[in-house]
C-alpha cells in the first residue's frame, strides 16, 4: 500500500501545471543510462535570435547536479558537443528543446535525487533509482576481431521488454551516438544489423569489421519511468544493459600452408623482437583467443603450443593430421594499445605415395640414410627433425647439424644422410619441407622414421676371450642420491642373448654380479666412459649369436658375435705356404691357387631376424673383417 502512495503521489507532483516538473530514471548496477532534460516551456519556445536576446534571456549553461556545488554530476556552457566529466556527459542543442545526460557504470551509491536545469531560470527534479535485481543488466564483456570479419554477439534482457524499442549505441570520441534502433528498416548489406527476437534477447552483428570499429558498444531499451512500454507522449530514457569492449586487432601476415592427411605441421610465428616477452595467444578456427604460458609445451586439442621468449617465437606442432584439422588458424602478441596477429589457412591433402612410416636400422660409428618425400611444386627447403620425449618433432641442434646432410631431389625424393652415428641418435625422426615467409615459417612433415642402433659385430676364436663393449648414455652412469646425500647404486646394466626382458631372451650377466656365478663371464661397468664391457672367455661354438645391452627396459642394443672353430683355423693353416715351398706353377694352376687363397673360414653366427628394409639400410663396419684377414693370413 506505501509503495502506490508514493508512485501517485510523484507522478501528480511531476504533472503539476500540464508540465514535466521531474523525471524518474532507472538503470541497473554496472549499466549506463541516458536520458533528456526538457527546457521550460516560454525557453524552448523562445524563438529569437541569440544576438537581439536581452542578457537576462541567454542560456546560462545547463547542468547535472545532486547538489547546489555541483560537485557530483556536470554542467556546461557549451552548445552542440559533449561535455564530459568522469562517468557524466552532457549534450546541448538549444533547437531540440532539450539537453541530453549520460551516466556510465552506475553503481548502487549513484541512486537518489538530482537536478538538471538551466542556472538561475529553470530546474527539474529526477530521481535515479539503480536496481540491483536484474541478471542480465549491467554486464560486460570484451570480444575480440579483425580487420575483415564479421562478429555478431547478444544483448539479453528481461520478459518485460519484449516489446521495447532496443537501441545500439557507441562510445566513442563523443561519449555516445545511436548506431541502430529495432524499428529502423535494415539491409544485410549495412555495416551494423541489430535483430530481435523479442524474446529474450537481441542481436547486433558488425560487418567488415576495420581498425574503426574498434571502441566500447552499449545495447540497451528505452523505456520511461515504469515497466509497460512507452506512449508516444511519455518522456522516455535509455537504460544500457550490457557493454561490449572490441578489440581490433592488427594482422600482420596471411599465409597459406600446405600439410597431408596422417602427417604432421609444425609452424613456427615470429614476433618484433620489442614484443618477445608480451602474452601470446592462439585462436584455432573460429573459438575465443587463448593465451599461451610461457617457455612450456601446452596442450590445445590436438595442437602443442610453445611461447619461447627467448626468441619471441610462438611455436604450434599438430600431428596425425585429418580433415577436421584444415582451417583458420591465429597466432598473435598482446600490445599495449592493439594485438599483432598472424592468420594462417592450413590445407590439408590428401597424398597417396607418401609411406606411412618405416624402420631404419644404423651401425654406431657409421652413416644411415633416411628417404623423403618432398612435393615437386613448392619452393621448400629440406627439413629433418627429432621427435622428444613429449612427441614434438624438435630441429636439430647447431652442434649436431654439421652430421647431417642431404642429397638434391629427384622426382619428389630427397635422402637425408647423419654420419658418425651414436647412442643419441636413436629415435623417431621426421623428415619433410620447410617453407619460409616475413614472420612466419611452415614445415610439412611427410614421413617418419624409426631409427635402431646396433654395434659392429664382435669376432673371437673358439676357445679364445673376447669383449663386448656396451655404450649407454651419461643418464644411466650415476644412481639416485636422497636428501640426505646417501646415494643408491647406479643403474643395473644387462647383457642378454636374445632381446631383454622378453620371455625368450636369457640373461648372461648383470653389472652388479661377479663372475663366480659364471667364471668365463665377467663384468666392468666404467661410468666415467659410459661404458658397459663383458669379457668371455673360452669361447666355444654355442656362444655365437645376438646378444643386447640393455638398461632397465628403455634401451636395448644389439650386437651380433661370431666364433671362428678350430678346425676351420687348422685347415686354414695347412693351406699356407711359404713362398720358397711352392713349386712353380703354370698359368691355370697360378689362377687355382689365387682362387684357393680367397677361401674365407666358417664362423659360428646367427642371420639376425630383420625386415629387407632393415638389412638394406645395415651398413657393417670393414675393420673387424680386415683384422680377421690380417691376423690369419699374414
Given at each position: 500500500m506505501r509503495a502506490t502512495i508514493t508512485i501517485t503521489i510523484f507522478f501528480s507532483l511531476c504533472m503539476m501545471s500540464g508540465q514535466v516538473l521531474c523525471l524518474k530514471v532507472?538503470?541497473?548496477?554496472?549499466?549506463?543510462?541516458?536520458?533528456?532534460?526538457?527546457?521550460?516551456?516560454?525557453?524552448?519556445?523562445?524563438t529569437k535570435p541569440l544576438n537581439k536576446r536581452?542578457?537576462?534571456?541567454?542560456?546560462?549553461?545547463?547542468?547535472?547536479?545532486?547538489?547546489?556545488?555541483?560537485?557530483?554530476g556536470i554542467s556546461t556552457e557549451i552548445q552542440h558537443r559533449w561535455v564530459n566529466n568522469e562517468r557524466f556527459a552532457l549534450y546541448d542543442d538549444e533547437n531540440r528543446g532539450f539537453f541530453t545526460v549520460f551516466i556510465r557504470k552506475l553503481s548502487r551509491e549513484d541512486a537518489g535525487k538530482y537536478t538538471c536545469g538551466n542556472n538561475q531560470e529553470w530546474s527539474r527534479d529526477v530521481d535515479l533509482l539503480v536496481n540491483r535485481n536484474s541478471s542480465s543488466c549491467g554486464t560486460s564483456v570484451i570480444r575480440s576481431a579483425y580487420k575483415g570479419q564479421t562478429i555478431t554477439f547478444s544483448c539479453e534482457y528481461e520478459h518485460k521488454f519484449e516489446t521495447h524499442t532496443k537501441v545500439l549505441y557507441r562510445v566513442n570520441g563523443d561519449p555516445v551516438f545511436v548506431l541502430k534502433i529495432s524499428q529502423s528498416s535494415q539491409s544485410s548489406e549495412e555495416k551494423f544489423i541489430l535483430s530481435d527476437n523479442q524474446r529474450n534477447h537481441f542481436t547486433v552483428t558488425i560487418r567488415d569489421i576495420s581498425e574503426e570499429e574498434r571502441g566500447v558498444y552499449l545495447c540497451g531499451a528505452e523505456r520511461d519511468g515504469g515497466d509497460k512500454l512507452p506512449s508516444e507522449t511519455s518522456v522516455t530514457h535509455i537504460t544500457f544493459i550490457k557493454e561490449i569492449q572490441l578489440n581490433v586487432s592488427s594482422q600482420i601476415t596471411s599465409v597459406q600452408v600446405e600439410a597431408y592427411i596422417s602427417k604432421s605441421v609444425f609452424i613456427k610465428c615470429e614476433?618484433?623482437?620489442?614484443?618477445?616477452?608480451?602474452?601470446?595467444?592462439?585462436?584455432?578456427?573460429?573459438?575465443?583467443?587463448?593465451s599461451v604460458e610461457q617457455n612450456q609445451w601446452i596442450h590445445l586439442d590436438k595442437a602443442l603450443v610453445y611461447d619461447d621468449t627467448s626468441s619471441g617465437v610462438l611455436k604450434v606442432f599438430i600431428s596425425d593430421l585429418t580433415e577436421a584439422d584444415e582451417g583458420t588458424y591465429r597466432c598473435g602478441v598482446n600490445t599495449v594499445d592493439d594485438h599483432l596477429f598472424m592468420k594462417i589457412r592450413l590445407k590439408i591433402s590428401q597424398v597417396d605415395h607418401f609411406?606411412?612410416?618405416?624402420?631404419?636400422?644404423?651401425?654406431?660409428?657409421?652413416?644411415?640414410?633416411?628417404?623423403?618425400?618432398?612435393?615437386?611444386?613448392?619452393?621448400?627447403?629440406?627439413?629433418?627433425?627429432?621427435e622428444n620425449e613429449q612427441k614434438i618433432c624438435q630441429s636439430i641442434s647447431s652442434s649436431e647439424k654439421q652430421r647431417f646432410e642431404f642429397s638434391d631431389s629427384t622426382a619428389g625424393v630427397f635422402t637425408a644422410s647423419i654420419s658418425n652415428v651414436s647412442l643419441r641418435d636413436a629415435g623417431v625422426y621426421w623428415c619433410g619441407a620447410e617453407t619460409r615467409h616475413q614472420h612466419l615459417t611452415s614445415v610439412s612433415l611427410t614421413n617418419k622414421h624409426q631409427l635402431t642402433?646396433?654395434?659392429?659385430?664382435v669376432i673371437g676364436r673358439e676357445g679364445d676371450s673376447v669383449q663386448i663393449q656396451c655404450p649407454y648414455d651419461e643418464k644411466h652412469s650415476t644412481g639416485m642420491c636422497l636428501r640426505?646425500?646417501?646415494?643408491?647404486?647406479?643403474?643395473?646394466?644387462?647383457?642378454?642373448?636374445?632381446?631383454c626382458f622378453t620371455k625368450d631372451a636369457q640373461m648372461i650377466i648383470r653389472s652388479d654380479e661377479d663372475h663366480v656365478k659364471n667364471p668365463r663371464i665377467s663384468v666392468k661397468d666404467d661410468t666415467e666412459l659410459n661404458l658397459f664391457t663383458v669379457t668371455m672367455t673360452e669361447l666355444r661354438a654355442e656362444d655365437a649369436g645376438k646378444y643386447w645391452c640393455a638398461v632397465k627396459d628403455v634401451f636395448n642394443l644389439p650386437i651380433e658375435l661370431m666364433i671362428i672353430r678350430k678346425d676351420e683355423m687348422a685347415t686354414s693353416d695347412?693351406?699356407?705356404?711359404?713362398?720358397?715351398?711352392?713349386?712353380?706353377?703354370?698359368?691355370?694352376?697360378?689362377?687355382?691357387?689365387?682362387?684357393?687363397?680367397?677361401?674365407?673360414?666358417?664362423f659360428f653366427c646367427q642371420r639376425p631376424e630383420t625386415s629387407d628394409a632393415t638389412v638394406s639400410s645395415l651398413t657393417f663396419s670393414p675393420w673387424p673383417f680386415l683384422y680377421l684377414y690380417l691376423y690369419l693370413y699374414l
Open positions: 532507472i538503470g541497473c548496477s554496472g549499466g549506463s543510462v541516458m536520458f533528456k532534460c526538457m527546457y521550460k516551456s516560454d525557453e524552448q519556445h523562445n536581452k542578457p537576462s534571456d541567454q542560456f546560462k549553461g545547463r547542468y547535472f547536479c545532486r547538489n547546489r556545488d555541483c560537485t557530483t614476433f618484433p623482437e620489442e614484443f618477445k616477452e608480451n602474452q601470446k595467444f592462439i585462436q584455432i578456427h573460429s573459438s575465443q583467443e587463448i609411406p606411412e612410416s618405416s624402420e631404419s636400422a644404423a651401425v654406431i660409428g657409421e652413416s644411415v640414410k633416411l628417404s623423403c618425400n618432398s612435393p615437386e611444386k613448392q619452393q621448400s627447403i629440406k627439413h629433418i627433425c627429432k642402433l646396433t654395434m659392429p659385430p640426505s646425500i646417501m646415494c643408491l647404486s647406479k643403474e643395473v646394466k644387462y647383457l642378454c642373448k636374445g632381446k695347412t693351406k699356407r705356404q711359404t713362398p720358397q715351398d711352392k713349386p712353380e706353377m703354370t698359368s691355370s694352376d697360378t689362377k687355382k691357387e689365387t682362387v684357393q687363397e680367397t677361401v674365407k673360414p666358417d
